[in-house]
Nanobody
Framework: QVQLVESGGGLVQAGGSLRLSCTAS????????MGWYRQAPGKQRELVAG???????VYADSVKGRFTISRDNAKNTVTLQMNSLKPEDTAVYYC??????????WGKGTLVTVSS
């Protein structure tokens, strides 16, 4: 069993900050990729940010310069620092982890609400 435990969602005013964390535990081989996706009501799930084991990062254009993703390989943890939040960032945020064997794992999601 592999578990992804997410934390850090909540309600914040526009312009504020939140920090999301996700830790993978259980019977998981080495992790290759860790990332965050989000899904707003009525919209498809989209990539927010991702980071490879080697530290290469990718960001959605809409969050570049505002969000920062980082990971701790020793702790199997990925963190998303979200600054200058906007109402359009409101969504359920999902942690995604891909093992070196290519197995995909998803968290249950954490709600981020940004009020105007």
């Amino acid at each position: 069993q592999v578990q992804l435990v997410e934390s850090g969602g909540g309600l914040v005013q526009a312009g504020g900050s939140l920090r999301l964390s996700c830790t993978a535990s259980g019977r998981i081989s080495s992790i290759n990729y860790m990332g965050w996706y989000r899904q707003a009501p009525g919209k498809q799930r989209e990539l927010v940010a991702g980071v490879t084991r080697g530290g290469t990062t990718v960001y959605a254009d809409s969050v570049k310069g505002r969000f920062t993703i980082s990971r701790d390989n020793a702790k199997n943890t990925v963190t998303l620092q979200m600054n200058s939040l906007k109402p359009e960032d409101t969504a359920v945020y999902y942690c995604n982890v891909v093992s070196v064997n290519g197995i995909d794992y998803w968290g249950k999601g954490t709600l981020v609400t940004v009020s105007s």
